[in-house]
Structure formats: structure tokens, C-alpha cells
């Protein structure tokens, strides 16, 4: 079975963390990336945070309840973290609401959870326009991009060729908005 990314398992500066939404689909995805990764060392999960759940009060943008999420990755189990989940972490309500003080609010909390892990290098798997507020870029489907948090919460571009910005963007990169 072939990674999605070639994820070194133990290179100084490795990969330390791997935190997705626990939406089903990204869960899936972080597995279908990191899953050897993972397997390659004791004690590796892949850690699930409601902070990055999609905005957006639609089905395919809403969770699904603890119990069901462990039901539905089951066979997984030993792989996925869910202790930083709660049974009604999917509702869209309190820090959930999708929009302005709450949204903002979710946000800077996952970024202080952040902060203050004890890991430097992690992959953060989550959904378009959540990233996009977040970072203020729009992604791709499964784009990879590399941002360095500073210690103030802001996060800044590392690699060079990565953009920054949309306007950054080409025609052909900006297609899928559309």
C-alpha cells in the first residue's frame, strides 16, 4: 500500500504530530497519508481536534457523533486519538457557530493548542474554508503547504515557492474556485 505522502518515519526534524478533523472524510485522508507513518512507531495516533471541523451547517460540513465515529473507524482504532473529542462535539453551537466571534474564537483556541504542544514539526490535515480563514489562502484539494507558527499566533508561508496569497495564483491554480 502506497502512502499519499512520503512521510520519513524517523529523519532528525521529522514529522512528530499528525491532528485532523474528525470529519470522516479528512480522518481518511490523514490515514490514507500518514497510516505508515504512524504504524512505524509505538505510541503513534493520529490525534482528532474539533477545533478543525469545516464551517458550514451542511451535512458533508457537520461531524457525526462520538460512539458513531468510533463505530465507523473501528478497525482503526488503534491508530486514531479521540480523547479531545466529547459526545456532542459536532453540534454547530457555542465556539461551532460558523460565523464571526465563534468562528474567530475556534480559531485562535486551536492555534494557542498549538502553541503550546510540546511537538514542532505536525501536520495539521483540515477543509478548505476553514484553512482559508485561518491562513487566508486558498488551497486544493489535498495541497500540501508549509506555514511556521509563530510564537505571537501568527502563521507565515516556510517554503518559498509556496504562496503566501491567491494573488500568487494562477489562472490554472485558481480554476478550482470556480
Not at 101 to 127: D, G, K
Amino acid at each position: 500500500l502506497k502512502p499519499l505522502l512520503d512521510v520519513p518515519v524517523t529523519a532528525p526534524g521529522c514529522l512528530e504530530l499528525v491532528v485532523s478533523s474528525p470529519l470522516r472524510r479528512t480522518v481518511q485522508t490523514s490515514l490514507g497519508a500518514v497510516r505508515l507513518w504512524i504504524e512505524s512507531e509505538a505510541g503513534r495516533r493520529l490525534l482528532l481536534n474539533a477545533d478543525l471541523q469545516e464551517t458550514g451547517e451542511v451535512a458533508c460540513d457537520s461531524g457525526s457523533p462520538l460512539e458513531e465515529l468510533k463505530e465507523y473507524f473501528k478497525d482503526d482504532a488503534s491508530l486514531i486519538d479521540f480523547d479531545e473529542l466529547w459526545p456532542d462535539w459536532h453540534l454547530k453551537q457555542g465556539d461551532f457557530v460558523d460565523m464571526g466571534p465563534a468562528l474567530r474564537n475556534r480559531l485562535q483556541r486551536f492555534t494557542a493548542w498549538l502553541l503550546a504542544r510540546p511537538e514542532r514539526s505536525i501536520l495539521v490535515v483540515a477543509h478548505h474554508n476553514l484553512l482559508v480563514i485561518l491562513l487566508g489562502v486558498t488551497f486544493k484539494n489535498c495541497e500540501v503547504r508549509q506555514f511556521a507558527l509563530q510564537q505571537d499566533g501568527t502563521y507565515e508561508a516556510s517554503v518559498p515557492q509556496v504562496s503566501e496569497s491567491d494573488s500568487e495564483l494562477s489562472e490554472a491554480d485558481l480554476k478550482h474556485l470556480k
